[in-house]
C-alpha cells in the first residue's frame, strides 16, 4: 500500500505542493496554465500562496455569472438541505421539472423538451441519438477544426487530430465539411466568408454519405476551433441543406449558451432555431450538469429506455442552474453585450497597429486574437503562419509578469481567447487589454 505522503484535512500551504500531488496522483491532463486556485470571487482567483489574478478564461467559458455568485451558491445550498440525490430519472423532483420547464422558456424556437446529463460530451453524444432514432438514419456531418468532447463518440464529431492520437477508430459514419473560417478559407482569399461556403456542405453529403444522414453537428461560433464567427447567412443555409436531405441541424451551444456571446444563446444572433440545441458549461456556473434540448415531436422519438444518466439532473446542479439563469436575465446578458462590443472595438486597434495580430474576431465575451509571423505564408496561402510559440509565450508573460488568466486555443494553438466571467467589468477589461498590449510589446 502506498504510503500517504499529505494528511488532506491539514489543507496544503502551497502552489508547489498541490502541483505535485497532481503529478504524483493525477493522470497526465493539460496544465499549461499552471494556476492552481484556492478561492475565487467575481473575476479574480486566488493560489495557495496569497497571489491574485484577473480571469478571463473563466474555466473554460464556465463561471458565467462570475465565481463565488451569491445566488447561486445560495440556491445549492439550499438544496443540499432537502436531498442531494435519488436519480432524478427515478424519482422526479421540483428543480428538475422546475428548470426543465425553464430552459422550454429561453430557449430558441419551439424547443420544449430536455434530457440532463452531466458534461457538453454527453450532451452531444445524446443529441445524435435521438436525432438517428427521430430520423430513421445514421451518417452525421460536423465541421472540420471542430470541438465537441473527447469520449470516442464525441472524437469522431471533433474534426481535430490534435485530439485524437492514439485513439481511432473512433464512430463510423461521420463525414466533415469545411469551416466558416474566412481568414484562412482558401475559397475566399483571405476575404471573409460568405454563405454560399454552405454549400460545400451538398458536396460532402454528395462524396462522403451514402445518402443516409441523421444531422449536421455544428457549433454557431467554433470555441476551440480558435472563436470563428460564420458569416451572416451561413448557419441559416446549412440548416436549410440538412433539412433537404432529410436530416436534422444539431447546435452545440455548450461553450456559446448562457450569455457568453451577448444573446442567451448564440442561435439567435443568425435568426436559426435549431432542431436540438445541446448545453453545458455555463448552465450551472461550474456545477457538473448538460442538457440538449428538442421540440416535442422529435424527442417524442425517444422510448422508456433508450436513453438515462444515473446523475443526470442531479438537483443541486439544477438548482444552481435555475438561479443562473436567473442572474443572466438580471442584466448579465445585457452587460456581456455592452461589455462585448467595447472589447471587440479595442481588439481592432490592436489588429491594426500590431503585424502580429493576424486577425480579431468574436461576439459578446467570445473574442480571439489570431497571432501570426508575418514573415512566412501559412496554410493555402491566405494568411500569414500561425505563431502558436508567440501565443504561447503571450500566455506565460500576462499569467507570470501580469497575474492574467488567458486561455489560449485553436486549430493552430494561436490564438489567445477572452472569454471572462460575463460579470466582468470595464476596467477589469480594460486591464485584460492593456496587458495584452503590453505582452505584444515585451514578447513579439
Same mark, same amino acid.
Given at each position: ?9 491539514? @489543507? ?66 439550499? !438544496?443540499?438541505?432537502?436531498? %442531494? ?9 421540483? *428543480? ?11 430557449? *430558441?424556437?419551439?424547443? !420544449? ?32 477544426? &471542430? ?31 469545411? *469551416? ?65 436531405? @432529410? ?14 456571446? &451577448? ?22 456556473? @461550474? ?25 443526470? &439532473?442531479? *438537483? ?21 453585450? !455592452?461589455? &462585448? ?14 503585424? %502580429? %495580430? ?15 509571423? =508575418? ?45 471572462? =466571467? ?23
Amino acid at each position: 500500500m502506498a504510503e500517504q505522503q499529505t494528511d488532506p484535512s491539514v @489543507g496544503r500551504e502551497s502552489n508547489a505542493a498541490v502541483l505535485s500531488a497532481y503529478d504524483d496522483h493525477m493522470m497526465p491532463i493539460w496544465k499549461s496554465l499552471d494556476v492552481p486556485v484556492k478561492r475565487a470571487s467575481g473575476c479574480t482567483l486566488e493560489d495557495f500562496e496569497g497571489n491574485e489574478y484577473l480571469d478571463v478564461f473563466s474555466g473554460i467559458s464556465v463561471v458565467n455569472v462570475g465565481h463565488g455568485n451569491d445566488a447561486v451558491v445560495d440556491a445549492a445550498k439550499d !438544496q443540499l438541505d432537502e436531498f %442531494v440525490h435519488g436519480c432524478s430519472y427515478v424519482h422526479p423532483n421540483e *428543480p428538475v421539472a422546475d428548470l426543465a420547464e425553464r430552459i422550454a422558456e429561453v430557449t *430558441p424556437g419551439d424547443l !420544449q423538451k430536455s434530457f440532463f446529463c452531466n458534461s457538453g460530451t454527453e450532451a452531444v453524444e445524446g443529441a445524435v441519438k435521438l436525432a438517428r432514432k427521430y430520423t430513421g438514419s445514421k451518417e452525421v456531418i460536423a465541421l472540420e477544426m &471542430g470541438f465537441h468532447g473527447r469520449t470516442l463518440g464525441s472524437l469522431a464529431l471533433t474534426g481535430n487530430k490534435a485530439y485524437k492520437k492514439g485513439m481511432a477508430p473512433t464512430l463510423n459514419d461521420v463525414a466533415h465539411t469545411a *469551416p466558416p473560417y474566412g481568414y484562412r478559407c482558401p475559397r475566399c482569399d483571405g476575404d471573409q466568408c460568405d454563405a454560399d461556403c454552405a454549400e460545400e456542405l451538398e458536396r460532402i453529403i454528395g462524396s462522403h454519405t451514402s445518402g443516409d444522414l441523421a444531422a449536421v453537428v455544428v457549433e454557431p461560433v467554433m470555441g476551440e476551433a480558435g472563436i470563428i464567427v460564420p458569416p451572416a447567412g451561413w448557419l441559416e443555409r446549412v440548416q436549410e441543406i440538412a433539412h433537404d436531405h @432529410g436530416a436534422l441541424l444539431i447546435a452545440d451551444e455548450v461553450q456559446t449558451g448562457y450569455g457568453r456571446t &451577448g444573446e442567451l444563446f448564440a442561435s439567435s444572433h443568425f435568426d436559426v432555431e435549431p432542431d436540438i440545441l445541446t448545453q453545458a458549461k455555463g448552465i450551472a456556473n @461550474g456545477l457538473p450538469l448538460g442538457a440538449f434540448t428538442a421540440s416535442a415531436e422529435v424527442a417524442d422519438a425517444f422510448e422508456s429506455g433508450d436513453h438515462l444518466s444515473t446523475f443526470g &439532473g442531479n *438537483p443541486v446542479a439544477c438548482a444552481a442552474a435555475l438561479a443562473t439563469i436567473d442572474e443572466l436575465q438580471d442584466g448579465i446578458v445585457d452587460n456581456a453585450s !455592452q461589455q &462585448g462590443a467595447w472589447l471587440e472595438s479595442e481588439l481592432q486597434t490592436l489588429e491594426d497597429e500590431y503585424d %502580429v %495580430v493576424g486577425q480579431t474576431r468574436g461576439l459578446g465575451l467570445m473574442h480571439g486574437v489570431e497571432l501570426v509571423d =508575418p514573415s512566412e505564408t501559412g496554410p493555402q496561402n491566405v494568411a500569414p503562419k500561425p505563431d502558436k510559440d508567440l501565443a504561447s509565450a503571450v500566455s506565460e508573460y500576462l499569467r507570470e509578469e501580469s497575474n492574467v488568466v488567458m486561455g489560449v486555443g485553436g486549430y493552430y494553438k494561436n490564438v489567445m481567447r477572452f472569454q471572462p =466571467p460575463l460579470t466582468i467589468s470595464r476596467d477589469q477589461l480594460e486591464r485584460a487589454v492593456d496587458e495584452l498590449e503590453a505582452a505584444l510589446e515585451t514578447v513579439a
